[in-house]
T-cell receptor, first 113, second 111 residues
């Protein structure tokens, strides 16, 4: 079975540009999580969804960040405008119950120049 | 957000040595998970512990959950080069659902 699929794997952009990261969770999983990983702060939870509905977005850094889940098989994380401090690896993870194992994608490495 | 402190931050040992890494918090967790992450990949679950004092073994890895469910340890016996990676602990509180991660222990096992 396919795991969590993220795209793009790498993104290099200039400050001020819009960035869209994409995620396809594992089929049948009804929880989807977006995390950001940096050396300084480790893995930080940004937002999570249950059955396509955002449950907790308290980790979203600021209004420049937004996330959507239009259906059970697709989610996006958008940053507009991007800033150099947004440079990080962004992970999407899914699980079939909120207390269960998280299955992570391979991550999207974002570099904002 | 519960703060999970992992120690040591970095560890470099030779193959065959034993090691222990720690995960500590001032908060009580309903459950705690350990993940391993290799370069360029996402974390992968190793184990979940839920009961205070619980000990789980996964081949050469032994995981322990503290009696008060505030801390955990991971012991590796006779480390191998394949154990190299970032070891992350992650906990859930009794009132929250989100999984909060520590910053991890980066382990390097050399031949």
């Amino acid at each position: 079975d396919a795991g969590v699929i993220q795209s793009p794997r790498h993104e290099v952009t200039e400050m001020g540009q819009e960035v869209t990261l994409r995620c396809k969770p594992i089929s049948g999983h009804d929880y989807l999580f977006w995390y950001r990983q940096t050396m300084m702060r480790g893995l930080e939870l940004l937002i999570y969804f249950n059955n396509n509905v955002p449950i907790d977005d308290s980790g979203m850094p600021e209004d420049r960040f937004s996330a959507k889940m239009p259906n059970a098989s697709f989610s996006t994380l958008k940053i507009q405008p991007s800033e150099p401090r947004d440079s990080a690896v962004y992970f999407c993870a899914s699980s079939y119950r909120v207390t269960g194992e998280l299955f992570f994608g391979e991550g999207s490495r974002l570099t904002v120049l | 957000t519960q703060l999970l402190e992992q120690s040591p931050q970095f560890l470099s040992i030779q193959e065959g040595e034993n090691l222990t890494v720690y995960c500590n918090s001032s908060s009580v967790f309903s459950s705690l998970q350990w993940y391993r992450q290799e370069p360029g990949e996402g974390p992968v679950l190793l184990v979940t512990v839920v009961t205070g004092g619980e000990v789980k073994k996964l081949k050469r890895l032994t995981f322990q959950f503290g009696d008060a469910r505030k801390d955990s340890s991971l012991h590796i016996t006779a480390a191998q080069t394949g154990d190299t990676g970032l070891y992350l602990c992650a906990g859930r509180s009794n009132s929250g659902y989100a999984l909060n991660f520590g910053k991890g222990t980066s382990l390097l096992v050399t031949p």
